[in-house]
Every structure is written in structure tokens, then in C-alpha cells.
């Protein structure tokens, strides 16, 4: 797997908004069926870097390379024409308007005649959500009246839809109670199972350790290193996050500070 | 303590039945828009209260006929400034707008088309329809450029719009009053010929109940098709029946105005008949205004809730960044929203003209009012991804009838003004209300 073209690479990404260096040439890389988990502290740019993946935030400079061909993601719209979906940490739901028209949103189904096809959309909301969350039945309430965990189930149905071939999932299990949190780490699992490169952003370093097969870390704008989850410790990876030290600069003291 | 009580609570609200659920679950299960129902009734209150206050004569088919004829042009208006609104944007500047079209509209059929085609020349009002149509959708766009290219609040934008408008609907004119309309044209303002008739209104009646009976068939056929719940047989029924009757009841009140006897003669003597003893009765019907504004609420319902468009207006009023992130161009989006009210202002303004057969440098003073009020009275909220064009439509008639209402009862100038001004805060009041009430 480790020889196989990256499913996505991104070289030099440099973003920075007035003056200050939001992501600082910063290179990442994911393959087919992988779980690549960004993690780092509040600030550290871990966001700002998806987001020129997905499109919401072009960067000043850098490359971006799917399967080795170079490509421009210019917005959300270039990102998901290349099977990038992404599930942001707002969630991005408007409010108003109910579950299979969030999940749809800007890619309505739409009859011969060019009309919105409401049904045929909630039927592909409800056969995704099956799969997803089996008690979830507000199809036709607007977002805002439901519950954190369903709205989070919106977010996740609306990524998964669409076949995605590279996931981004930022924080998604912020709003999640602990059994809706195993459902989506079930379904991460299944998703990686079917190929798909998934980027998992997590403050838990838990879930991080649990999950993903590599990891990156940033700090203030910088990434620190990519390391194999088997390579390394808890602590070691702690120590990248916080003191910004690869496992092979750290010194015993120093690990011992940060877990006291 | 808080973990030993938390069962207790919780069984007490599985036993306790919830109240009076059946009519709730009736009306739900019916899918019947409350707030709809309620406007409604705001509505009947209102014409019972003027009916009694007007000395009996406000619920008259004279009145009501011309009720409609007047609500028409703050009707058109108020579809457009419904996606406005959603989109948390205003347009301040319609009344303006609508003089300047108006305006232009009235110059070039009474001025410049003449010299060129020839008086009444029989395609001079669709030129001068389509020319203001264009000029309204210009306009539109200007402002919505700035609006979601440069980035000016749109409440600036159209503040300015307010006032340069004006000025350049007077300067066209030097403060003039521009006269007469194309007679053809002036169709589109209703009066004694521009209404189809008892016949035609009868006709459009009875397409209107066979498309309310299809609309509802199409629905639960689309429901059973799809797998999902329907509606219980009775409300489908009775939304059909109370749809035809409001329908025909409409149309009646139409019929029943007829034509002063002055022109009834003369249409008895172009036509040959003899003047029969108890007078000719012609009734009036449907007046052109009305037709129209109903056809602009169809297709802007339409397009509001079926079309794509329509949904990224809403979607950009429930959460911009989503949209934007779902990769919908919210600014070009925006645009379109202010084209769109610019076309209805010149729909709205052509049908002003016509009716007053001039055009002066006061028109659609202070209609911006009257339109974002009846939008706001009719379900918009301020604060944008909430609003349907029926219920402006409905808001527009409350307006009209409060205006035309005070105007019956001989209410002056001035006070009509307070009323109108303290309606439009309450309006919002009552939204900001029931707003913070869903929230908590």
C-alpha cells in the first residue's frame, strides 16, 4: 500500500492571512484506504490546511496532487467534481431547510423539467440514513429543530452520499454522545474498508490512536512531523503537539515534564 | 440527589398523556400551515371590524373589486421582496424604482415610441412592457452588484437607490406629469375594460379548482409512490373544498360588480342591444392587475420552492457559509434576487401607469413600505431564511385593506401614515416575538 501513487498530496501549502502565517509550507499526503489523523492544538492551522483541500480557503502558494496529476481546487464546487467531501466542524447545515435538502445542497436532484425533486431526494436521504443512523426519521423538519447527534448525522449522510474517494472529517464527533461516537467510528472504519483516504482532524488523542494508521502534527502553522501510529507512543506523539519535538529529538526528561 | 430524581421525572412524563394531543396531531397530520390560518384570520377581522366601522360599506363587491385592483402593484412587489429578505438583504429603494420605470415607461409610449411608430400603434405596449421590464431588471442588477460584488450593505445600497432613483425619474421629466397611455396599454391597469368579464373570470374559476383538485391528486401519488406518510383522507378533501369555494366566492364578488350604467349604455349601444328595463348588468369579473399579480405569485411560488434557484436563496438566509460550502455562488445568487424585484417594480410600475393612465413625479412614494411590510406581515423574518410568497401575497392584502379600509372611513392622510408605520413595527415585533419564543 505504502508504494501506491498518494491518493492525495499536498506540497508546500502556504496560507496566511494579514501577515500571519496560518499554514506555513506544509506538505501532507494520504493514500487509498488510509487514515491520516491532523491533529495539533487550537490555532495550529490544522483547519486552514483541509480547507484548501476542500476548497472553502485558497492558499498563496503550494501544489496540490491527486494520484500524482497536479490540480487547482478553486471552491467547494472543484473539490467535490474531484470526490472530495468534506464534514466541517459548523457541520455547514442552513437551518432552515430540512435533512434531504441539506444533504443535497448545492447538488439537488432535479426532474426532467428542471424542477427541484423534493421525493427523490428524501428517498436518497432516507436510504443513506438507514445506513447511517436507523432512528433518525425528521425528513421534513428544517435542520434547526434537531438534535446535536441528528444534525451531525445530516452532515455525515451528506458527505457519504456522494461517493466520496477522499473524506475529510473535521472534529466529527464534537456533538456526539457515546454511542452515536462508536456508530461513526464504525462507519469510518467501513469507509476505509472501501478504499476511501480519509483526513481525520481530532482533539481526542485517543480516537486518534484508535483510528488512524498515520499521523501528522502541527504546530503554530508548522507541520511538526507525519509518523506511523505503530512507531510511536502517546506521549511521543503529546510531545510533537505541545513542544513541537519528533520522537527522536525528545529527551526522556522532557516526555517526563509533559505527562506529569 | 439530581441522579436519584432524574427517573421519577422521567416516568411521571411517560405516564402523563400529553394534552389535548388529537387536535394538534390533526392539524399536523393535515400538514395546514398554522401562521397561514392565523393571517387569514387577521385578514376576516380586519374587513368585519372596517365593514361595521365604514357604516356597511367596505364588504362590498365595489369595494372589494377595487380593494384587488389597488393591492395588485404591492402584491408584485412583495414576491420579489420576499427572496430579498430571505437572503438577509432589503430593498429600500422600490417605490423609487418603481417611479423611475414608471416613469420611463410613460415617456417613451406617450413621447418617443409615437414619433416613431405611429400613434396606437398595435405593438407599442409590448415594446414599452418588455422596455421596462429591462430597465427594472438593469437597474436590479446594478444595485445587487454592489451589493455582492463591491460588498455595501444592501441597506446603504438601496438607501442610496432611494434617493438617486427619484432624482432621475424627476430630472426625466423635469417634475412633469407625463399623459396619456397607450390605449391598449392601459389594460394593464384593470378599469372598465381591462377585466375579463363574467364569462372569462367564471372560466379561470374553474381552472383554478381543477388545478387545486390536480395539485392535491399529483401530491398523494408522489407520496405513495415514494413510500412516505400521506394525508389523512378527510384533510385532503376539505383543503380541496375550502380551496374552491374561497376560489369561487372570489370570483363572485368580481361578478357582482358591474359596469356604471353610463358605460353600460354604451356598450348596449356599440353592441345594438336595446336597453332593457331594469338596467343592463355587465359584470366586470376579474381585472387584468389581479390576473397578473396572481400569475406573478404562481410563478415566484414556483420558483421559490421548486426550483433550484429558489432553494439556494434559501439556503444563503439559513447560513450563508453553508452554502456557500455546499458550493452554491451565493453572490451571483444575490444578484439574481435583485433582478428579479427590479423586473416585478417594472411589472408593478406598468400596471400603475396604466391604471392612472399617467405617469407623475410622486409614483411609489413610500411603496417600499407597503411592500416590506406586507412581506413581513406575511411571514418574513428580518432575519433572513424564512418567508413564503402566498403569505406575502396575503400580507399585501392586509395592507391594502387596512390602507383602503381608513381611506373609507375618511381617516386623513397623516394618520393613515402613523397607522401604516406602527403596523410595520408591530409586524416585526410579533416576529421578533415568536422567534425568540421557537429558540428557547
Known sequence: ?260 | MSVTEAPTTETELNEDPPPRRSFKEAVRSAEIDTRMVGMLTLLILIWIGFHFMSGGTFLTPRNLWNLSVQFAPVAIMATGMVLIIVSRNIDLSVGSMLGLVGMAMAILQAEILPDLLGFGHPALWIIVLLAGLAMGALVGMFQGFIVAYVGVPSFIVTLGGLLVWRGVAWSLASGRTVAPMDSTFQLLGGGSDGSLGGTGSWIVAALACLSIVALLIYDRRQRRRYGFRLRPLWAVIALGTVGCLAVIGAVWVMNSYYLPENLARQVAEAQGIAWPEGGLRIPLGISYPVLIALGVMLIMGFVATRRRFGRYVYSIGGNPEAAELGGINTRWTIVKTFMVMGILVGVAGAVTIARLNAATSGLGTLAELYVIAAAVIGGTSLAGGLGTIPGAVLGALVMQSLQSGMVLMRVDAPLQDIVVGVVLVAAVAVDVYYRKRAEA
Open chain 1, 1 to 260: 500500500m505504502n508504494d501506491a501513487t498518494p491518493l492525495v498530496e499536498m506540497r508546500d501549502m502556504n496560507v496566511s492571512f494579514g501577515g500571519v502565517h496560518a499554514v506555513e509550507n506544509v506538505s501532507i499526503d494520504l493514500r487509498p484506504g488510509e487514515i491520516l489523523a491532523l491533529v495539533g492544538g487550537n490555532g495550529a492551522g490544522k483547519s486552514t490546511l483541509v480547507k484548501t483541500l476542500s476548497g472553502a480557503q485558497r492558499p498563496d502558494s503550494g501544489q496540490i496532487y491527486l494520484e500524482g496529476e497536479p490540480v487547482t481546487i478553486d471552491n467547494p464546487r472543484d473539490a467535490k467534481a474531484y470526490g472530495i467531501e468534506t464534514i466541517y466542524q459548523t457541520l455547514a447545515l442552513a437551518e432552515n431547510i430540512d435533512a434531504p435538502g441539506n444533504m443535497f445542497l448545492g447538488r439537488e436532484l432535479t426532474t426532467s423539467l428542471g424542477n427541484l425533486d423534493d421525493s427523490g431526494m428524501e428517498a436518497a436521504a432516507r436510504k443513506v440514513m438507514a445506513r447511517l443512523n436507523p432512528k433518525f426519521q425528521n425528513f421534513k423538519t428544517p435542520v434547526a429543530s434537531l438534535s446535536g447527534g441528528q444534525r451531525q448525522s445530516v452532515a455525515i449522510a451528506r458527505a457519504v452520499h456522494f461517493n466520496a474517494r477522499i473524506l475529510i472529517m473535521d472534529e466529527p464527533t464534537a456533538a456526539l454522545g457515546p454511542a452515536e461516537t462508536e456508530q461513526v467510528r464504525q462507519l469510518i472504519r467501513q469507509l476505509k474498508q472501501e478504499g476511501i483516504g480519509i483526513i481525520l482532524i481530532s482533539h481526542d488523542i485517543h480516537d486518534v490512536f484508535d483510528m488512524s494508521d498515520r499521523i501528522s502534527v502541527m504546530l503554530q502553522g508548522r507541520l511538526v512531523g507525519t509518523v506511523k501510529r505503530d512507531d510511536v507512543t502517546m506521549d511521543e506523539v503529546l510531545a510533537m503537539i505541545i513542544i513541537g519535538k519528533l520522537p527522536s529529538e525528545v529527551s526522556q526528561s522532557e516526555l517526563e515534564d509533559l505527562t506529569n
